[in-house]
């Protein structure tokens, strides 16, 4: 497996995990009074900011990365196939 894939996994990984913190967030928070809503709505924050935006983003870069390896590799094939048009 490539470097690339393995970091598109991991913070793929990483992705999930925000998602699944924060359901658990709000289950735990949000029966709760207004300083709970006030204490989730900082903690959602927190984690978009500095955890959930930053490893989609590292996801998307990995994803062109892969794509763009995929289309490095199929180009000897695909340049036979357009030849014989």
Known sequence: ???VL???FGFATIWL??????ALFER????GDRSAHLTL??????VDKFIEVPAILVVLMTACGCGVTQLR???PFTS???RDW
Not at 28 to 31: G, Q, W
């Open 73 to 75: 590799l199929a180009r």
């Open 17 to 22: 995990g925000c998602v699944v913190t924060e």
């Open 41 to 46: 709505a900082d903690l959602h924050v927190r």
């Open 6 to 8: 393995a970091l598109h």
């Open 80 to 82: 036979c196939w357009f």
């Open 28 to 31: 735990a928070l949000l029966a």
């Open 1 to 3: 497996m490539s470097t």
